[in-house]
C-alpha cells in the first residue's frame, strides 16, 4: 500500500483537477477559433497547402458544434476548379446540398462564369436595356458592352455582387468561402473597388453619356436604381471589414514561399482593414517518422520555418496544425478523423532559434 497523507492527496487532487480544467478551457478555445458573431469565414493560401481540406474540417467542427443549436453552416467554393466534391466524395452543383451523414452541413460550388451571366442579365434588366434599346442603334449598343469588356474585372466583380446577393438570400448562420489560391482572392476582396471605379470611369467616358441615360431612365421609373447597386457595393465592403462579421484564416505550410506569399496577403488584409483569425500550417513532419537523412533535412527546414511563424503571429493570432498523414484525405469520414486531429489541443513543436523572415 502507497503512504500518502492526506495532505498530500488534496494537493494531488487539486493539481489533477486543475490540470484538466485548463485543458478543457484550451480545448474550448481551439474549437472556438473564431468568434460567435462571425458569418463569413474565409481560407486562404497558397495552391495545394489544404484550404479545400481545412475548409471542409472547419465546416465538420462547426457543424457539430451547432448541431444542439439548429445552426447551419455552409461552404461555398469560389475556385473555378472546384474540389469539394472530391474531398467529400459527393457531387455538389452551384445550389447548396446537403453533405452526406450530415444534419446541418451544406455545400455548394459557386459556378463563376454562371454567375457573370446571370449578374449580367440582371445589371440589364435592372436598366432597362430594352427602352435604351429604342433610342439607340445596335453599334452604340455593343460600343457599351465592349466598355463594360474593357473594364479589368468588371465582369467577375459583377459576379461576386451576385453570389453575395444569392448567399443573403440563405438562412446558414456561418458561411466558409473555401477559395481560389490567394492571387484570386485578393482579386476577390478588391472588387468593391473595382465596381465603384467602374462606374465612376463610366460616367467620365465619352460613352458616359449614354450610361447617364441608363441613370436617367431608371430614376424615371420612381426608383434610383443606381444607388441601389452603389448601395449593395457599400454594404458588402462594410461586411468584408467588420471583425465581427468577416475573418480570414491563412492556411500554409513550413516553407518559405507559403509563409511569405502568406505574410503578404496578411499585410494587404490589414491594409484594407479585413480581420485575420488564424493561421493553420498544415502537412507537418512528425520527429518519429523522419528517420533517415532526408526526411531528417526536411524537418529541419521545416523547423525554421515555423519558428518564423510563431514569431510572427504567435501574439496575434491562434496557430493550429495538422501532420502530413500517410493517406488520402476524401470522404466525410476520413475528413471527421483529420478535423478532430486538427483541433486538437497540441502545441507547436518550436526548436532552434528564432529567424527572421527577411533574412532568409
Ligand atoms: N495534412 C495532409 N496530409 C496529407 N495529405 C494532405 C494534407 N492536407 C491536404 N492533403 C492533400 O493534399 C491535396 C491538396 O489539398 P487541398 O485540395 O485541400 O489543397 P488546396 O489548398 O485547396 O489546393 P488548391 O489550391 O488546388 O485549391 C489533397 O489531395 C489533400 O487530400
Ligand atoms: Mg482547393
Redesign the pocket.
Known amino acids: 500500500m502507497i503512504d500518502i497523507s492526506e495532505n498530500e492527496l488534496d494537493n494531488i487532487l487539486n493539481n489533477t483537477i486543475k490540470d484538466f480544467q485548463k485543458n478543457l478551457e484550451l480545448t474550448k478555445i481551439k474549437e472556438d477559433i473564431i468568434p460567435d458573431s462571425i458569418k463569413w469565414l474565409f ?1 486562404s ?12 474540417s472547419l465546416g465538420i467542427k462547426y457543424s457539430e458544434k451547432f448541431l444542439k443549436t439548429n445552426k447551419k453552416v455552409l461552404i461555398v467554393s469560389t ?1 473555378p ?1 472546384h ?1 469539394l466534391s ?2 467529400f466524395n459527393q457531387q455538389f452543383t452551384d445550389a447548396p446540398l446537403l453533405v452526406d451523414t450530415f444534419e446541418n452541413l451544406y455545400c455548394m460550388e459557386y459556378d463563376t462564369k454562371k454567375g457573370i451571366k446571370e449578374a449580367q442579365e440582371e445589371f440589364c434588366k435592372k436598366y432597362n436595356v430594352n427602352e435604351i434599346n429604342k433610342n439607340f442603334n445596335y453599334s452604340q449598343m455593343s460600343d457599351l458592352s465592349d466598355l463594360f469588356k474593357k473594364i479589368p474585372g468588371i465582369d467577375e466583380a459583377l459576379g461576386f455582387l451576385y453570389l453575395v446577393k444569392k448567399l443573403g438570400k440563405m438562412d446558414y448562420d456561418l458561411i466558409i468561402f ?4 490567394t492571387g484570386h482572392t485578393s482579386k476577390l476582396l478588391s472588387y468593391p473597388q473595382i465596381l465603384k471605379d467602374s462606374y465612376n470611369k463610366m460616367i467620365n467616358k465619352p460613352m458616359g453619356q449614354m450610361f447617364k441615360m441608363f441613370i436617367n431612365n431608371s430614376m424615371n421609373q420612381g426608383k434610383d436604381k443606381l444607388s441601389e447597386i452603389i448601395d449593395r457595393i457599400n454594404k458588402l465592403n462594410e461586411k468584408l471589414t467588420d471583425p465581427e462579421y468577416t475573418t480570414f484564416i491563412c ?1 500554409g505550410i513550413p516553407e518559405f514561399l507559403s509563409v511569405y506569399e502568406n505574410e503578404r496577403f496578411i499585410q494587404d488584409l490589414f491594409s484594407m482593414n479585413i480581420n485575420v483569425s488564424g493561421i493553420i500550417i ?3 513532419l512528425s520527429d518519429k517518422n523522419c528517420i533517415n537523412d532526408f526526411w531528417k533535412k526536411r524537418k529541419n527546414m521545416q523547423d525554421k520555418y515555423l519558428n518564423v511563424i510563431r514569431d510572427l503571429y504567435e501574439n496575434d493570432f491562434f496557430l493550429c496544425y ?9 470522404g466525410p469520414q ?1 475528413l471527421r478523423e ?1 478535423s478532430d486531429k486538427l483541433f486538437k489541443n497540441k502545441k507547436l513543436n518550436m526548436k532552434g532559434p528564432s529567424v527572421n523572415l527577411e533574412n532568409l
Not at 473555401?178 to 489560391?181: K, Q
Not at 495538422?322 to 476524401?330: K, S, T
Open positions: 481560407l493560401g497558397k495552391g495545394g497547402v489544404g484550404k479545400t481540406t481545412c475548409s471542409c475556385d476548379a474540389n472530391d474531398a473555401d477559395t481560389a489560391p492556411v498544415n502537412q507537418l495538422n501532420e502530413l498523414q500517410d493517406e488520402e484525405i476524401r476520413k483529420f
